[in-house]
């Protein structure tokens, strides 16, 4: 076969992925009822009742949410100064820095996202309940490969200084995997981990992957003269869940193999390799 009959190949076999994918879009958002302007039965659309679920019982601060949801800040503001006019949320500076803002519900906003809670619920249960047993899993195994694979194309990877926080916050959450991992424990001081300068070009990279901007995973990478660059696994599943309370019921783990993070080998290497040395 020559190069314009592959190319050609590729695009046939492209144009009828994205067939699918917006076929699947289509039905999705029928069948989910986010064509309406009153989302599950509720007065209002499904953005601001999605940015309401996602405030949560803790509340949130206005970057996290428009990082989460993907928002520009223009939209997020508009939608926050509905909740806010209808009495579902509070938005106040915080005490420490008055440029960052956090959202918190009201009494109504929390009666409202208990409301939407049981009818999303109800909107699950009628979209499996035409369905027999066999094909109830089969459906609930696809949308779970689908949001994983959703998921990990959200994932970025970006490089920097290892005193970043993001870079302690990754490598706070390895030290305290391998604590529990080790029956005897694991010392960070007596591990064959490369220290920071080691992870700072020119000798080498500190990577952090971030999940809807907050840290998932991190490696390093030691660049050698001469020679193949050499990676020092750090982990690639960092617990987030508890930073992130309008999320945290739905938060799930990304594995190695759920997104590129660069020369970072199987979780199996954290059990052997540069932490052995580590326990004690």
């Not at 200084?161 to 080790?182: K, T, W």
């Not at 982990?235 to 193999?257: A, F, I, L, N």
């Amino acid at each position: 076969m020559d190069p314009a009959q592959i190319d050609a190949r590729i695009d046939t076999d492209t144009g009828a992925q994205i067939d699918q994918v917006r076929r699947f879009n289509r039905t999705v958002t029928e069948r989910v009822g986010v064509l309406h302007d009153h989302y599950l039965g509720q007065d209002r659309p499904i953005g601001e009742a999605r940015l309401l679920w996602e405030v949560g019982e803790q509340g949130q601060d206005v970057r996290r949410l428009r990082e989460r949801l993907g928002l520009d800040s223009g939209y997020l503001s508009r939608l926050l100064r509905s909740l806010e006019a209808d009495g579902l949320v509070t938005v106040e500076p915080q005490p420490r820095d008055r440029r960052l803002r956090t959202v918190r519900l009201t009494d109504a906003g929390r009666a409202e996202r208990a409301a939407l809670d049981a009818r999303s619920d109800e909107l699950a249960a009628s979209l499996l309940e035409p369905l027999n047993a066999t094909q109830r899993a089969r459906l609930v195994a696809a949308m779970a490969e689908v949001d994983r694979l959703l998921t990990a194309a959200t994932v970025t990877v970006d490089t920097v200084d290892p005193d970043h926080p993001d870079a302690r916050h990754c490598l706070r959450s390895y030290y305290a995997e391998i604590q529990e991992r080790f029956e005897t424990g694991f010392d960070p001081a007596r591990s064959l981990l490369p220290d920071a300068g080691e992870l700072r070009p020119p000798r080498g990279l500190f990577l952090v992957a971030r999940l809807h901007g907050e840290p998932v995973g991190c490696a390093g990478l030691k660049l050698l003269p001469d020679a193949p660059s050499e990676p020092r696994s750090m982990t690639s599943r960092t617990p987030t869940t508890g930073s992130r309370s309008g999320s945290s019921e739905r938060e799930r783990e990304v594995g190695p193999t759920d997104f590129p993070l660069p020369s970072c080998p199987p979780r199996a290497a954290a059990r052997g390799g540069s932490a052995r040395p580590g326990r004690r």
